[in-house]
């Protein structure tokens, strides 16, 4: 059954680099990848009948971020995943699965650590957000068709592993309030001060944009926004440990991609990540 998102109360697009993650809580984890290169942003959209107007906030945006439903009945976050499912084939285009999933089969098939700190490294995992409940799914799939491609050993002209496939290019989820004191709040973790409530109300929905994304920046000519995942992520242990994957246009050939976030799949929260 597809989805309805006409039924939302407040709508969730993530965008950018970074990861994702469900943890033991049926809690999404978003952990942003800061980069030298990419700026994060987060902006509210409150839509009436009558007017769309931003809802201002001064949430801290280098620390942790919390964004949970209050006075409504836990369903925790959910992945949009009906049936089987092929990249390959003609799916639904708002399943989760069009996500990449660098633990699983098609990638690294096992578990990632982080990889330690220092020797320089100008990447890290930060700051995270924690989103409480909410249906998540494939918001945009990808325009283009993509070459999958191992660049581990000559990074300038890497081999094809996989050819014509799609991915993710935006993450939604979408967040139905079921009483009528229910509430999303947005807070820093460790602190109420600066909390917006986003409020339940007739023909009022919301929508939040998280974005972390490149700021005027010239990408490499060598490969796409990818390949920063390994800059901070540790595959050496994996089921495909000698691989590093990137992506690159089937019909342009060489010319970088923006990437987006990446799905954790036997990962249980960022902290299992240490």
Not at 153 to 172: A, C, L, N, S, W
Request: overall charge negative.
């Amino acid at each position: 059954m597809p989805l309805d998102h006409s039924t939302a109360d407040v709508t969730i697009h993530i965008d950018g680099l970074g990861l994702i993650c469900f943890n033991n809580r049926r809690e999404c984890e978003l952990g942003i990848l800061k980069h030298p290169h990419h700026a994060l942003s987060l902006n509210i959209l409150k839509i009436t009948p009558q007017d769309i107007v931003p809802v201002n906030h001064s949430l801290d945006l280098n620390e942790n971020i919390i964004i949970e439903v209050v006075d409504n009945p836990k369903l925790g976050a959910i992945r949009f995943e009906p049936g089987d499912f092929s990249r390959m084939e003609n799916n639904d285009p708002e399943d989760f699965r069009w996500t990449v999933n660098l633990e699983g089969d098609e990638f690294h098939r096992g578990k990632i650590k982080k990889l330690p700190a220092g020797g320089g490294r100008t990447v890290d995992i930060a700051p995270r957000i924690r989103i409480t409940d909410g249906i998540f799914y494939t918001r945009l799939r990808s325009q283009a068709i993509f070459d999958l491609v191992d660049w581990a050993k000559d990074p300038r002209q890497p081999r094809i592993v996989r050819e014509d496939i799609r991915i993710v290019d935006f993450i939604g989820a979408d967040i139905h309030l079921h009483q009528e004191r229910g509430h999303v709040n947005l807070k820093n973790e460790g602190n109420s001060a600066n909390s917006i409530p986003l409020q339940k109300g007739a023909g009022t929905r919301y929508v939040i944009s998280i974005s972390n994304v490149s700021e005027g920046h010239v990408h490499s000519t060598i490969g796409s926004d990818f390949r920063i995942f390994y800059d901070v992520l540790d595959v050496s242990q994996t089921g495909a440990s000698r691989v590093k994957f990137d992506f690159r246009e089937a019909d342009l050939g060489p010319p970088p991609q923006n990437c987006d976030f990446a799905f954790m799949g036997l990962t249980n929260g960022l902290c299992d990540l240490e």
